[in-house]
């Protein structure tokens, strides 16, 4: 809310007055009665050129969407040169990009900007202050106190539903979702009376909570089977996912090289082709998806083909080790940089779905290889990530003790009521 100018100047009347009044009745008790009577009031005078002077004010604007740094200025009535000398400060590509529910707050003396605050997240701030003709960039980084939290939830309808109702937030529970999902389709596999334990770390500031950290461990029991998982930092300073035993809860592999895609048809060596009406061995999965859908590389590995075939199209085939190879087929178009010889990450987009090559419509031909043998990569058995070294064991154990016992607690505690 703005105040009007005129009630602001009414408040430190006010606000001045009284605390003359204070000052004189509690500070000068013993004030000589041949002092002359006007000081009082010549000191109040002042106050409020004084306070005129000084008239500061604070904008407080919490971003909405389609705001933009311009966008506000312009709103605000500041100085489009204000605006290219904060872009031009040292930080000021952070304010490049402002995103909705973000605070700026703007310091204006005498209606003249001052300074702009800018908190991309309640744990990061930037000060802007005007010198001169710059503007002075500073950052601050708050270090939250860390709380182990944990929860138990059991699931009637769905994961979501269920960690809602506990109170954690979307964005644990998508993280909780794919430390599981190599073992786990939580769309598919999901059934009522799974339940599931997670430690994690709560963020506080000044008492005040301001996020979730990490998930150090969790639990969870999908059809009376339990999969348990330990965050350890791995020497590439990664945290990963282990079971107790030190196994990777990662694949190796992807079991579907595309995020949010539906299957339209299946691994079958004696379907009829739709285009030939021949029984032509279909050896990969179809995945139809919308052109321009990302194709992920299902593991890390290096490209041995980026090329082109009348039949296949545009496609890319991956080397993973001497034992695997990925093929992706009919792509609209090659990702950045993908090329022969290039190495790529698990997840990294390689290209993108398209109808190149005999193709009835944008969908993803993929194949997946063991050995030079096609097999259906929807079942086929898919090797772990690596595990923890043996020569590390003993680490993993000792670092991740405290929050084993801490689930393992909360575990029993609500299994021997
Ligand atoms: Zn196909």
């Not at 990702?335 to 022969?340: D, E, L, V």
Request: without cysteine; aromatic residues 12%; glycine residues 6%.
């Amino acid at each position: 809310m703005r105040l009007p100018k005129t009630h602001i100047y009414l408040i430190i009347l006010l606000g001045a007055a009284f605390a003359l009044l204070y000052l004189n009745q509690y500070t000068e008790p013993s004030k000589k009665s041949d002092e002359p009577p006007s000081p009082k009031l010549d000191s109040i005078a002042v106050k409020i050129q004084k306070a005129s002077e000084n008239n500061l004010e604070t904008l407080k604007h919490t971003i909405t969407a389609g705001d933009s740094l311009a966008s506000i200025f312009k709103k605000y009535g500041y100085d489009p040169r204000d605006l290219y000398l904060l872009t031009q400060s040292e930080f000021g590509t952070a304010l490049k990009s402002v995103y909705p529910k973000q605070e700026l707050s703007f310091l204006e003396r005498d209606s003249e900007l001052i300074q702009v605050k800018y908190s991309p997240n309640p744990l990061q701030s930037y000060i802007f202050e005007k010198d001169g003709d710059n503007f002075r960039a500073e950052s601050i980084t708050f270090h939250p106190d860390r709380f182990l939290e944990r929860k138990h939830g059991v699931i009637k309808n769905s994961l979501f539903l269920a960690s809602q109702s506990l109170g954690l937030s979307d964005n644990l529970i998508m993280r909780f979702a794919q430390i599981f999902q190599w073992d786990v389709d939580f769309v598919l596999d999901i059934r009522p009376g799974d339940e599931f334990f997670v430690v994690f770390e709560s963020l506080y500031l000044n008492g005040v909570k301001v996020g979730d950290g990490e998930i150090l461990a969790a639990t969870f029991v999908n059809q009376g089977r339990t999969f348990e998982a330990l965050a350890y930092a791995t020497l590439d300073d990664r945290l990963n996912y282990f079971s107790p035993a030190g196994k990777n809860m990662r694949k190796a592999f992807l079991r579907a090289p595309l995020e949010f895609s539906r299957i339209s048809s299946n691994f079958n060596p004696r379907r009829r082709h739709p285009l030939f009406k021949t029984v032509i061995p279909h050896r990969g999965i179809d995945y139809a998806a919308p052109r321009g859908t990302p194709v992920l590389a299902s593991g890390d590995g290096k490209v041995i083909t980026a090329s082109r075939t009348k039949a296949n199209g545009k496609f890319i085939v991956i080397s993973h080790g001497e034992q695997f190879v990925t093929k992706y087929l009919h792509l609209s178009n090659f990702a950045n940089r993908i090329k022969k010889g290039k190495r790529v990450k698990q997840g990294q987009t390689i290209g993108y779905v398209g109808s190149t090559g005999y193709a009835t419509g944008p969908h993803l031909h993929y194949e997946f290889l063991v050995n030079g043998v096609h097999r259906n990569p929807r079942t086929v058995q898919l090797p772990k990530a690596a595990s923890i070294p043996e020569n590390q064991l003993e680490n993993f154990l000792y670092e991740t003790e405290r929050n084993r016992m801490f689930l393992a607690s909360h575990i029993s505690k609500n299994r021997d009521p």
